[in-house]
């Protein structure tokens, strides 16, 4: 490929935050912690353990390693029952055309997720056919905002950094995608995505060839 797209999942293709937020809620109160939905932007695109670590908030010192790592088991098997309501309906407006557009102009096209969910997720949304590489958060060893997953799916395509764009929702995933060197497509509101060199509301606003230097 001479140019290649890297999406991200959660909040780019479909709105699981709502799921990982219903599954965090339920942990925060069986624990008796403070819990609001404002916590929802500050959880979005970070991984599990550093999730549970931004709910635990000043009492996350109380929790040995092991604790931790159980309620973050807790958390995910709520999430992974509410999964199993997912169906290609729950694709966000205009994905599946721009997943295609990228596609039909015979661009590459990765999927880099922080979710360790990302594989069941595709499938439940049914569209794994259509990337050529996917790199979940089984893959890395950092998280967003570090560039690693996006370095690792521009790799497995054989496209140079430079020659890439990423599309993302989160503040910590345009900082990744900056960091790797590549063009960043914020989708979301300006104001909270103004690191990335543009921002579009939403991917029926996508045009692959808008981005390509
Ligand atoms: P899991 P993305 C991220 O996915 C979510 O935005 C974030 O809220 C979640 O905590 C993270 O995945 C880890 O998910 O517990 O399923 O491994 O936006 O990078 O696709
Ligand atoms: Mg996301």
Not at 9 to 19: C, F
Not at 108 to 118: E, P, T, V
Not at 152 to 162: C, E, K, M, T
Not at 190 to 208: K, N
Request: charged share 20%; hydrophobic share 50%.
């Amino acid at each position: 490929f001479r140019h290649a797209f890297i999406f991200d999942l959660d909040g780019v293709i479909t709105d699981t935050a709502a799921l990982h937020l219903a599954a965090w809620h339920e942990l925060a109160l069986a624990l008796g912690l403070p819990f609001n939905n404002a916590m929802g932007e500050r959880l979005k695109g970070v991984s599990r353990m550093e999730s549970l670590e931004l709910i635990l908030g000043a009492r996350a010192g109380q929790y040995s390693n092991e604790q931790k790592m159980r309620l973050a088991d807790r958390k995910n098997a709520a999430y992974v029952r509410l999964l199993a309501r997912i169906t290609s309906a729950d694709l966000l407006p205009g994905a599946v055309e721009a997943l295609k557009a990228v596609r039909a102009s015979g661009l590459g096209l990765a999927l880099a997720s922080a979710s360790k969910n990302a594989l069941a997720v595709l499938d439940r949304l049914q569209i794994t056919g259509l990337f050529d590489h996917v790199v979940d958060a089984n893959q890395v060893r950092h998280g967003k905002p570090d560039p690693e997953i996006f370095l690792r799916a521009a790799q497995a395509l054989g496209v140079a950094p430079g020659r890439c764009v990423g599309v993302e929702d989160a503040v910590a995933g345009v900082q990744a995608i900056r960091s790797a060197g590549m063009f960043a497509v914020g989708v979301g509101s300006r104001s909270v995505l103004f690191e990335a060199d543009r921002v579009i509301p939403d991917l029926t606003h996508f045009h692959p060839t808008d981005y390509l230097r």
